[in-house]
């Protein structure tokens, strides 16, 4: 039970805020990018360097949810180079069993709500 609410928790953690424009995606950022990223073609990195570029003119819950996927990933980066030959985040859930403690730490903070 516990592990089915982490792996539910770190699919919409790790859901990269900026990878994809879809409202659903993007959860508190969604007005933010759309705000100050509407110009901007997707693909080549292009949104994230928007993101980035705008981030202090975010909203507090946006900055929040962004700082959060940071340190998650940060946290979890060896799990994913280790685990996911793509070095996507999101191949991390279906390896959950292998991560190692420091992200598994993260992920379960974030999903209790400590972070």
């Known amino acids: 039970m516990m592990k089915s609410i982490m792996v539910i928790g770190a699919a919409l953690l790790l859901s990269a805020p900026v990878a994809i424009a879809k409202e659903r995606s993007l959860g508190v950022c969604?007005?933010?990018v759309k705000a100050k990223c509407a110009d901007v073609k997707p693909g080549g990195g292009r949104i994230k360097d928007c993101v980035k570029t705008n981030a202090a003119e975010f909203?507090?819950?946006?900055?929040?949810?962004?700082?959060l996927v940071?340190?998650?990933?940060?946290?979890?980066?060896?799990?994913?180079?280790?685990?996911?030959?793509?070095k996507e985040r999101s191949c991390i859930l279906k390896n959950i069993s292998n991560v190692k403690d420091k992200c598994m730490e993260a992920l379960a903070q974030a999903v209790a709500g400590k972070k």
């Open 30 to 32: 969604y007005a933010d």
């Open 70 to 86: 940071a340190e998650i990933s940060k946290a979890c980066l060896a799990d994913i180079k280790e685990n996911c030959p793509g």
């Open 59 to 67: 909203s507090d819950a946006c900055k929040a949810r962004l700082a």
